[in-house]
Each structure stands twice: as C-alpha cells, then as structure tokens.
C-alpha cells in the first residue's frame, strides 16, 4: 500500500515537471476528437482572451523604401544570429532595407506591396510584436500583443490590408492555456474582429487565398517539438472551418500561387527514396510536388523523383521547385525546375556544378527566377531570365531566405 501512495506522489512530481518544462518531450499531435481545432464567433459582450490594442502607426521603423525599377526580388540575409531585409535588382545590385535586428517570420503580400515582419524583442515571446510596413508609401503599423499574450504565425490578405495573427494567453514560463485569432484591419481598425479558440491544437494562420478569400491555417500545439495536425481551410469570420491536408500528406511548408487559386506542397513516398538513404531525426526528403485547386478541390501531381526535392516557389501559376542528387551519403540540390500548376511536364531552367548546391528559389511575376548557391566562399545570389544569369557577390557565412518579388 505504501509503496502504491509513493509510486502516485512520484508519477504526479513527474507529470508536474514536464508541465513547467519549457522542452517538452515531443509527442505526435492527434487531430481527431478534442483535439481538433475548433472557432467560437465572437460574441458582441464577450471578453477577449487577449485585449488587443489596435494597429498602432509608428513614425520611425528603420526601414528604407525599395528602389523604383521593378522587378526587385526581397530576401532575408542570416548572418551572425542578425538579418537584414535587402531589396535585390535584377541589374545586380543589393540594397539593404532595414538595419541588422533580431527578425523572425516575414511574410510579402501577394501583390508584392506589403511586408510583415515578426520583431523579436526578447527570450519570451510575449515581448515580440509584428510590424506591417507599405513599400511605396513607407507607412507602417505595429501590432502587438495583448497583455499576458503572445503572437505565433500571422498572415496578410492579397493587398496587404489586413493581418490575421495567432495569440496565445500564457499561463506562468511558457505554458499556452487559451488562444484566439485576429482579424486586423489597417485601413478600418473598427472593422478588426477576434475569433476565439477552444482546443487544445491551436490554429495558425500562414496564408490567405485571394481567389476564395479564406485562411489556411497550420495546427500545432505552442512549444511541442514535433507533430501538427495537418492544414485547415476557414472564411474570415471563422465559417466552414474544414481539413485540407492530412499531417502525413506533406513535408515542409507548402506555397500557395500569386492569384491564391494553387495550393503546392511537396511529399515524401518512402518506397522512391535512394536505397542508400536511411531516415534521420526530422521530416523525411521530398520527392513529389503537388498541388490543390482551391476554387475545385482537385489535386495534382506536379513532379517526382527517386531523389529529392527542395525549395518550393511560384512565378505566376508555374511552380518552382530545387532538385537533388544522392551523392556522398547526402542530397546536392543542382538544378531549378518548373512546371506549369495544370500541366505535367516539367523542365529544368538552371543547373549549379558540383560540389556547390542550390539553396532557396523565388519566381518574379515576368517570369525571371531569383536563387542562391553555396560554395566554399560563402553563398552567392543568381538572378535568372530567360537564357541570362546574372551572377551577385557572395556573401561569406550567410543564408538567405527568399520573401518575394515586388511588382
């Protein structure tokens, strides 16, 4: 009997010790039964979870505008824990947009005429707020969190009008207890509106389709390692909340088409992979690419390989898409390929000479493709159109990460 009362009071002290962890051991999330995402409207006397202070403008966000002449790719630069937005011409030069700071998600709008950028501030994430700044006209807002909140994941509409953000309410050292959704409007804050949660899986908003106008939102659990619960497809106002992808359909994150009408993701099939190849800790390689028809349901097979796949983008409705090679117990990304979102015949545009790889890809709306390649000098930038590449100076011990294009 004693030793039963002791087991208890050591099974709870464990229990409450996983609780207070801020690494949770990783556990697969289910999405089935109270685990599945789930909206309440909001009600006109109901209290929000997180009062969210309105859009503020700010005067002063550091942030230089963009050269005039068009097309202009815009990318993150990595370097030593530190990023800088940079605006890249396809003439060949490099201007930087903001000074180097401590930047998390950032999201171009789909017509290439807003970005929004997580600011990180601090360890917690209660301390980071996400800025919304217009490329021509230089205004800007600030979002922030409400008090005792947190924002995960946010969003912009095709213009860059609104914002749809994740908060999350913390309950003591990064512990979620409830979580809403926020649908800020820059031009009318009166017109914003709050969504609320009420499951354990939260909702994250990643992209907004401007052919059907809903939200696709990722399901995860705040601060769990590994396993989500596929993507979910919802209006605005938080109506027809529905499953679009299974968690184990997809790897990655999938890329949805300028005209938000294509939905691209890459998946893994197990029995295509190198027999060489054995699994590691992570997502398995891609090797196909595929697509949904947002407007029908349909779903295309777009490419796929007994090698992998890499980066994902768009140019217009023809996904992009880096291609691997098993080499030296690992994939060399040595080629950019495309294929048109309802045709099936893929083409290769640019090929990188061993040993160096390819990196991330972006696809211009005049149809030109900007990526990066690695070496031993560091990584370098390419701006390719047509039959011409324009190669930009490497820049040693950093990583770019592609944002867009603007118009």
């Not at 950032?106 to 017509?111: F, G, I, P, T």
């Not at 109506?239 to 999938?254: C, I, K, M, W």
């Not at 992570?282 to 090797?287: D, K, L, V, Y």
């Amino acid at each position: 009997m004693k030793c039963d009362v002791w087991l208890a009071i050591l099974w709870l002290s464990l229990v409450s010790l996983i609780g207070c962890s801020s690494s949770p051991a990783a556990q697969p999330l289910s999405t089935s039964g109270a685990s599945e995402p789930i909206f309440h409207a909001e009600l006109p006397d109901a209290k929000p979870i997180c009062a969210t202070p309105p859009p503020a403008p700010v005067t002063d966000d550091g942030i230089q505008p963009p050269a005039q002449s068009a097309p202009h790719a815009l990318v993150l630069r990595r370097h030593d824990e530190r990023m800088t937005i940079m605006a890249v011409r396809s003439g060949g030069e490099i201007r930087s947009l903001t000074a180097p700071r401590s930047i998390g998600r950032v999201q171009l709008s789909a017509d290439g005429s807003t970005l929004a950028y997580e600011i990180i501030q601090g360890l917690h994430p209660s301390s980071n707020f996400v800025e919304i700044h217009v490329l021509a006209s230089g205004r800007t807002w600030r979002v922030a969190p409400g008090e005792g909140c947190a924002i995960f994941g946010f969003t912009l509409d095709a213009s860059g009008q609104r914002l749809a953000y994740l908060q999350v309410a913390m309950r003591g050292r990064f512990k979620p207890s409830a979580w809403q959704v926020t649908i800020a409007d820059m031009a009318e804050p009166e017109r914003s509106r709050t969504l609320q949660g009420g499951s354990e899986s939260v909702l994250i908003p990643f992209a907004w389709s401007a052919a059907t106008g809903a939200l696709i939102y990722s399901v995860s659990v705040p601060f769990q390692a590994t396993g989500h619960g596929g993507l979910w497809l919802a209006q605005p106002d938080g109506s027809n909340l529905r499953r679009l992808l299974q968690e184990s359909d997809f790897v990655g994150e999938p890329r949805l088409s300028p005209s938000g009408r294509w939905l691209a993701y890459l998946a893994s099939d197990a029995d295509r992979l190198p027999k060489a190849y054995i699994a590691g800790v992570g997502e398995p390689p891609a090797n196909r690419v595929a697509a949904i028809n947002l407007l029908t349901g349909e779903t295309r097979l777009l490419a796929e390989t007994t090698q992998s796949f890499g980066h994902l983008a768009w140019s217009n409705e023809r996904a992009l898409f880096t291609e691997g090679v098993w080499t030296d117990n690992q994939f060399r990304y040595d080629r950019v390929s495309s294929v048109q979102a309802d045709a099936s015949t893929p083409q290769t545009l640019v090929t990188a000479a061993p040993p160096n790889s390819i990196g991330g890809v972006e696809g211009c709306e005049d149809g030109s493709v900007v990526y990066s390649i690695s070496s031993a000098n560091g990584e370098a930038l390419y701006w390719w159109e047509g039959s011409t590449v324009q190669a930009l100076a490497p820049r040693p011990n950093t990583q770019f990460q592609f944002l867009g294009c603007v118009k």
